[in-house]
């Protein structure tokens, strides 16, 4: 099956730099990959996706890259602000008609120090 | 617009005591629907997920069991909890166009 590897597990930055979180698959057939972002008390919440037929996507201040041949893939935060602050997962799966099951990394705490 | 319910927020049980935690989807037909438990505050572990009514797929033995009695509606519960049954615990829905979507889980604690 999928072994999705993030890391780091802790990353610590002044508010203002820049925070990359990294993620690893093992099935070259996954061609979706979300990145959630889970807030204290909260359920995660989608923030950006990319599919496997893209390298890059970028919403505002997110962005994330995938290396399909390397089969990594990052998700990029530009001048973060505090509430930036909380835990990212990435995710990897097949889509494909029936049921769909990612498989999450462990997830990263992002903290933005004032 | 679809919107996931998940109840209740919090909840503390003794042990030994049964279980019943719900969730409902609106918005959305026949969805796949999932119970992820998230234990030490962040890996998110796949406990059930279901494709229709009525069918269920168990990811990992538990002292737990799901149902989907009605289309939009996922139930997650225990006959007797443990200790170790304490946990954050989080619905999910998606469809063939969507990613997960997740409630904002169900802090559960056994003493």
């Known amino acids: 099956g999928e072994n999705v590897e993030q890391h780091p597990s802790t990353l610590s930055v002044q508010e203002g730099d820049s925070a990359v979180i990294k993620c690893t698959y093992s099935?070259?057939?996954?061609?979706?990959f979300p990145w959630y972002k889970q807030e204290l008390g909260k359920g995660p919440q989608l923030i950006i996706d990319?599919?496997?037929?893209?390298g890059e996507k970028k919403d505002q201040r997110i962005a994330v890259t995938l290396n399909k041949t390397a089969k990594h893939f990052s998700l990029h935060i530009t001048e973060t602000q505090p509430e930036d602050s909380a835990v990212y997962f990435c995710?990897?799966?097949?889509?494909?008609?029936?049921?769909?099951?990612?498989?999450f990394g462990r997830g990263t705490s992002l903290i933005v120090h004032p | 617009s679809q919107t996931i319910h998940q109840w209740p927020a919090t909840l503390v049980q003794p042990v030994g005591s049964p279980l019943s935690l719900e969730c409902t989807v609106e918005g959305t037909s026949n969805p796949n629907l999932y119970w992820y438990r998230q234990a030490a505050g962040r890996g998110l572990q796949l406990l059930f997920y279901?494709?229709?009514?009525?069918?269920i797929s168990s990811e990992v033995p538990q002292n737990l069991s799901a149902s989907r009695p009605q289309d939009r509606q996922f139930i997650l519960s225990s006959k007797k909890l443990l200790l170790s049954d304490s946990g954050f615990y989080l619905c999910?829905?998606?469809?063939?166009?969507?990613?997960?979507?997740f409630g904002n889980g169900t802090r559960l604690t056994v003493t």
């Open positions: 995710a990897a799966s097949k889509v494909t008609g029936g049921s769909y099951i990612p498989t």
């Open positions: 999910a829905w998606s469809d063939l166009n969507s990613p997960l979507h």
């Open positions: 990319i599919r496997s037929n893209v």
């Open positions: 279901s494709v229709g009514i009525g069918q």
């Open positions: 099935d070259s057939a996954s061609n979706y």
